[in-house]
């Protein structure tokens, strides 16, 4: 039995700080608007950014600027068409440049193609997008969007996607809308799939995030500790 521990604090200054013990779950790519700070107190992890991997232990601090994609590690999520077919297309690709006859295999910028792609999600992430839809507003075949958008941006337009949904979650549980609500207003197909995903991102449950943001003690700083029993 191990205990997990999560400290969240938000103060008048409209700054979140984290303090996650014990705290076993891997955080799939994703990205923030915002910058980060990190500071490792104890232990190590396998941290991804920008493609290049870096093992981070005690004493360590990081830094990410607003955009940047990082992960601790691969998620186990579950996976919708979007995503199959993404995956899908990324070992074909796999297959042909290791496998199939030489050709030229270098990757495409494609950056005004991938800035539109990032901008239809954007405007249209609370509907049901298929990787079609992005691919033709781009003007770019699968493969290419897939390969280009990747090196581009650092996560898959799938990842990408389900980013933009958390954050603009995280802007309504900060409103006080609730769980249900802010899972249909950001395009999760149930509050189950929406969960799943925001504790993955965020590390808390909908619900508690919502909670700091609703509860003040005398000092004017919103907080609150968060404890649980796990077993390794």
């Known amino acids: 039995m191990k205990k997990e521990i999560r400290t969240v604090v938000y103060d008048e200054l409209r700054m979140e700080a984290y303090r996650f013990e014990g705290i076993v ?6 990205f923030h608007e915002h910058y980060v700070i990190g500071f490792v107190e104890k232990g190590e992890r396998v941290l991804s950014c920008r493609d290049r991997k870096y093992a981070i232990e005690e004493g360590n601090i990081v830094l990410f600027n607003p955009g940047d994609s990082h992960a601790c590690a691969q998620s186990d999520e579950g996976t919708g068409e979007f995503k199959k077919e993404e995956t899908l297309l990324f070992l074909l690709s796999y297959l042909i440049q290791n496998y199939g ?10 950056r005004q193609e991938i800035e539109k792609a990032c ?3 954007t405007e249209h992430f609370t509907e049901r997008i298929c990787l079609d839809q992005i691919c033709r507003h781009a003007g770019l075949s699968k493969s290419t969007l897939l390969r280009a958008f990747t090196k581009e941006k650092g996560v898959t337009p ?3 996607l389900e980013t933009v ?3 603009e ?6 409103e006080s809308v609730p769980p249900m609500e802010a899972a249909i207003r950001t395009g999760f197909s149930d509050q189950s799939h929406f969960t799943n995903y925001f504790n993955q991102f965020i590390g808390l449950a909908p619900g508690t995030y919502r ?3 609703s509860e003040k003690e005398g000092d004017g ?3 609150r500790v968060f404890s649980k029993l796990i077993v390794k």
């Open 165 to 167: 949904r958390i954050n």
């Open 25 to 30: 779950q891997p955080f799939p790519s994703h």
């Open 211 to 213: 909670e700091i943001f």
């Open 101 to 110: 006859k030489p050709f030229k295999s270098c990757i495409p910028e494609c």
């Open 221 to 223: 700083v919103q907080h």
């Open 169 to 174: 979650a995280k802007r309504l549980l900060s």
């Open 158 to 160: 799938y990842r990408y």
């Open 119 to 121: 901008a239809y999600m």
